[in-house]
């Protein structure tokens, strides 16, 4: 077997110094009946050419994204990510270490991490970041759970802008974990009165930047709103490369900014691995979950980097941990700042006005289709529209063309009326004029 | 011109091996000092070309940005030279024996990646119709099959990202499924031994904790566990292989004991290394069990994740798996994504727990694996992997302290710090030293239950000869610290790229990012 290095002979030899006449001896502590002699349903070692027929095989029973006009977004976005990325998150020294615990012989994960902190920080304008979450939704839930600890509060309030799967995690985080939660209805328009909501339990109130549907409202009178009532503000980025663009969440008075940092540095994957960005205030920092990186001194006096303020986290705390987080998403926030490093300021910006002028291309092109109007008013690269049929069969349909139009809400909120005709529409730096061309004819023919 | 009738000289001369070396740059030879990006980049500079998009009027409802974000940017050749560099300053598995206890520091095969990037299952959004993504929604299914195999559970939910949310995916199901009794319990058992993250996931779900307290040997006795259940307990939360490295030899009792009590047995996963193809958990008794991809099927751990931890149930849990999960629809493969559809389905999830529908990188490179070893691979895998941390206990236990004597262990070997009682060197100190000698240390200080633990986990993946360099380095070092040469593990390590770091000085004053200086910052405005 190409991936064990031991021989017959040296197990023998071991087996001998060890004291025990067969490798059974030493599963002694089993209980009787219980040690198998084989795993007789699996088909037994293959080599690598097999293995990679047979998985190739599966793979082609997929589409990929790449291979058609694609307008998927709805949390997941597909950017081009430059070679230089992939190639260096899989260096062994990055690939196969752990997490940093012997801070002397991790200076690269550390201070790569110190790096990736100091980006999301700028990113979301806020004053300190961790070393990351595993993704989005995740920080979100997690987000909430700190704005109960802060407020001593046991109520949150969720804008009916917020990814319909990220109000699941945290309503099942809820009600597992004995607090609750009011999740306001969809609200494609980003029209709902969210402060009118907020009350004297609210811990905090959860606004997704650009919404769901792409909506893009001001943060300001919420955060306001929510500070009035001793509440905190949790804004949820899924598009990360809209902050190029936008006004950053730390600038309108959040208090905590949990966002998905997928679209840079890291490939669709099916939903992971991905990589959760959780930012907030400095006054906060020891509610905060995850790991953090912080700057210090060796023996000699050179700085370098270590894991700090573990006396939250489970491994020092126990049950009176902040969290029970013990992973964060390393090697995808690796690539998350390699490829931010690359893009720096000016080609972030860049990259996001290309999306926005993308978005916009696609927008008046779609809405001059009859049937269709698009129902975002302010948006980023993510708008949602409105057809003259059903959501998920006119997808379908786009589908059997050879065209991966968006995603119908319906799929998210099944069951939920005033849905049902609702595409969530992305476009990104990846289209081109012959996709969004493609895209118009085939919504015309299956209208 | 005279020939130089010397030559290059070959041997190093006497001045240097004197004494510290100090160099201009700073940089040692190949370890060269590497400054933040922040240091070094600059706003305008990038390393993507972009084509200037046409000028429009933003639709951004008056949200621009104004003021600068303050990201610095390199070119490719900045940026590789940057991160090539800082990637040198870390240990990894395929530079050197990696023997942390409890995190199975395996081989990560390369195939695995190359696979994890084919566009079918790389380049495919978690949202596509579900008919243009059978390919994935069937590989899945397939490392589902697998799962259930080796563990001889019923049903699985892929969709925890780690190990520590697989606790709470099973430490849900099991509150679920009391309440769908409707019995309320409030206390967990945890071992004293157990993960950090046992009880800090137990009292995140409300429950108290009742601590269970290990016997002479290190494992749990079943006297004590049935001592410590009453109506109140809803689960026991048990490792096995045990933190110790042990086989709870026990279990099947308190399997028993804990089901009689209308309890659920939680078994961390942690550990299953050791007995892939040799137990299965539910052939034991066990509820809910999470599986960490990235110890046990070698998915990479990535300088700290992203994990994996597909959680495996048992027939009594099985029905309260949250969303999403795959079925077979006839010839086509489908995601349940909606609690709705489960229920009509006679099922009743707890929730969701992430997005979408899981850590699908890891499941590809996790299945990759299992095709690769098949069943006699993985046995092969488990038995070499208990037969080295055995290996290790051998050639070290006359020197070094078994905390509960001289036992086979499972895959992990633990000792103490006996054997440096009086000796002035402590774990610490010795596995600094470890250092030097250019091995990643194993695991200190855990569990906590023993005093200055050290916790060493071989993995397979080493040859004889690693193995036996490893022991006569760590013989070394013992007999060293015995020898009183303290000054070696004191200063311990000097051959690192960094020397000890104060860590008591970062947490003092915390400093979590970069910050602009202030006087150029005045400067500037």
Not at chain 1, 58 to 64: E, F, G, K
Not at chain 2, 475 to 497: I, N, S
Request: charged share 20%.
């Amino acid at each position: 077997m190409r991936y064990l290095p031991l021989e017959p002979a040296d197990r023998q030899a071991m087996l001998a110094s060890i004291g025990v006449p067969e490798i059974d001896a030493l599963f002694d502590a089993v209980p009787p009946g219980k040690l198998m002699k084989e795993l007789p349903n699996l088909p037994r070692a293959k080599g690598e050419l097999e293995v990679e027929r047979e998985l190739m095989r599966l793979a082609a029973r997929s589409v990929p994204a790449g291979s058609a006009p694609f307008f998927i977004g709805a949390g997941a976005y597909r950017h081009h990510v430059p070679a230089a990325v992939d190639h260096l998150i899989q260096r062994s020294e990055f690939l196969t270490s752990y997490t940093p615990y012997q801070p002397e012989i991790s200076q690269g994960t550390l201070q790569v991490l110190f790096e990736f902190q100091t980006q999301v920080a700028m990113l979301t304008g806020m004053e300190v970041a961790n070393a990351s979450m595993y993704d989005g939704s995740t920080a979100c839930g997690e987000a909430v759970l700190m704005a109960h600890r802060i407020t001593r509060r046991r109520k949150a309030l969720l804008a009916g802008g917020l990814h319909p799967h990220y109000r699941s995690v945290v309503e099942t985080l809820a009600h597992w974990g004995g607090s609750s939660v009011v999740s306001l209805e969809p609200d494609p328009a980003g029209t709902e009165d969210i402060a009118a909501r907020i009350d004297a339990d609210t811990s905090c109130v959860v606004v997704q930047y650009p919404s769901f549907y792409g909506t893009i409202r001001d943060l300001k009178p919420i955060a306001d709103a929510a500070h009035a009532k001793g509440a905190l503000l949790v804004a949820v980025v899924t598009e990360a490369v809209a902050l190029g663009m936008l006004k950053p969440p730390g600038e309108m008075g959040a208090d905590i900014v949990a966002a998905e940092g997928q679209s840079i540095g890291n490939g669709l994957n099916f939903g992971g691995p991905y990589v959760g960005l959780f930012a907030t205030r400095e006054k906060f920092v020891r509610q905060m979950p995850g790991r953090l990186a912080g700057e210090t001194l060796d023996a000699e006096g050179r700085r370098g980097y270590v894991l700090t303020l573990s006396t939250r986290e489970q491994h020092i705390r126990r049950e009176k941990a902040t969290s029970n987080i013990c992973t964060n998403s390393g090697l995808c926030a690796l690539a998350f700042t390699i490829h931010m490093t690359l893009l720096g300021e000016a080609g972030l910006r860049r990259l996001a006005r290309i999306n926005h002028v993308n978005a916009m291309a696609l927008a008046d092109q779609l809405a001059k289709v009859r049937g269709v109007e698009v129902v975002t008013p302010a948006y980023f690269n993510e708008f949602t529209i409105r057809v003259a049929a059903d959501a998920q069969n006119t997808i379908d349909a786009l589908a059997k063309k050879g065209v991966m139009g968006g995603v119908p809400v319906s799929r998210l909120e099944p069951g939920r009326s005033g849905v049902r005709d609702l595409i969530v529409v992305a476009a990104t730096e990846i289209n081109t004029d012959e996709d969004r061309a493609a895209y118009v004819e085939a919504l015309q023919e299956v209208l | 011109m005279a020939m130089n009738t010397q030559g290059r000289p070959t041997t190093p001369g006497a001045s240097m091996l004197d004494g510290e070396v100090r160099t201009f740059t700073g940089n040692r030879g190949l370890d060269h000092e590497e400054p933040l990006i922040f240091e070094r980049g600059s706003l305008e500079k990038t390393g993507v070309d972009l084509p200037e998009p046409k000028a429009v009027k933003p639709r951004l409802g008056g949200l621009e940005r104004t003021g600068a974000i303050g990201l610095p940017g390199l070119t490719e050749p900045e940026a590789m030279r940057h991160y090539v560099r800082l990637s040198r300053k870390n240990y990894a598995i395929d530079s050197g024996l990696y023997p942390l206890g409890s995190c199975t520091m395996k081989h990560n095969p390369r195939l695995n990646e190359k696979m994890a990037r084919v566009p079918g299952f790389g380049d495919v959004h978690p949202l596509q119709p579900q008919q243009t993504v059978q390919g994935a929604i069937a590989l899945m299914q397939m490392l589902s099959g697998y799962l259930l195999e080796l563990t001889g559970m019923k049903a699985v939910a892929l969709s925890p990202k780690a190990g520590a949310h697989g606790e709470l995916c099973g430490m849900i199901a099991i509150k679920a499924a009391h309440e769908a009794a409707g019995s309320k319990r409030s206390v967990v058992l945890v071992p004293e031994s157990a993960h950090g993250t046992n009880p800090a996931t137990a009292a995140f779900m409300g429950y108290g904790v009742r601590s269970i307290p290990a016997r002479e040997d290190g494992t749990v006795a079943v006297e004590v566990v049935r001592a410590a259940l009453g109506p109140d307990v809803a689960a026991i939360m048990l490792t096995n292989p045990n933190t110790c490295g042990l086989f709870e030899p026990e279990v099947v009792a308190i399997a028993k004991a804990v089901h009689e009590a209308g309890a659920y047995f939680y078994c961390d996963g942690a550990n299953f290394n050791a007995i892939v193809g040799k137990v299965r958990p539910g052939d034991l008794g066990v509820d809910a069990m999470h599986i960490n991809l990235h110890k046990t099927f070698s998915t990479p751990h990535g300088g700290g994740g992203p994990g994996s931890g597909p959680v495996v149930f048992s027939e009594a849990l099985a029905r309260f798996a949250p969303v999403p999960f795959g079925i077979r629809d006839g010839e086509r493969f489908r995601l349940v994504e909606d609690i709705g559809e489960a229920e009509r389905r006679g099922l009743k999830p707890f929730g969701r727990l992430t997005a979408f529908h899981g850590q699908m990188g890891m499941f590809v490179r996790a299945l990759t694996y299992m095709l690769s070893h098949g069943a006699d691979g993985m046995r092969q895998a488990s038995e070499d992997a208990v037969l080295s941390a055995n290996y290790v206990r051998a050639g070290l236990r006359d020197l070094f302290t078994q905390p509960f004597g001289d036992q086979p262990c499972m895959h992990e070997v633990l000792f103490d710090d006996r054997f440096l009682q009086d000796t002035g060197v402590t774990t610490l100190d010795f596995a600094k030293a470890m250092i030097d000698e250019g091995y990643h240390p194993m695991t200190v200080y855990f569990p906590l239950v023993v005093h200055g633990a050290m916790l060493i986990e071989p993995t397979e993946s080493e040859s004889k000869d690693s193995l036996d360099l490893f022991i006569a380095t760590l013989r070394h070092l013992a007999e060293a610290a015995r020898r009183g040469d303290v000054e070696r593990f004191k200063q311990a390590p000097r051959l690192a790229p960094r020397r000890r770091l104060d860590e008591t000085r970062a947490a003092r004053e915390p400093k979590l990012r970069w910050q602009p200086d202030p006087a150029r910052r005045q400067a500037a405005e």
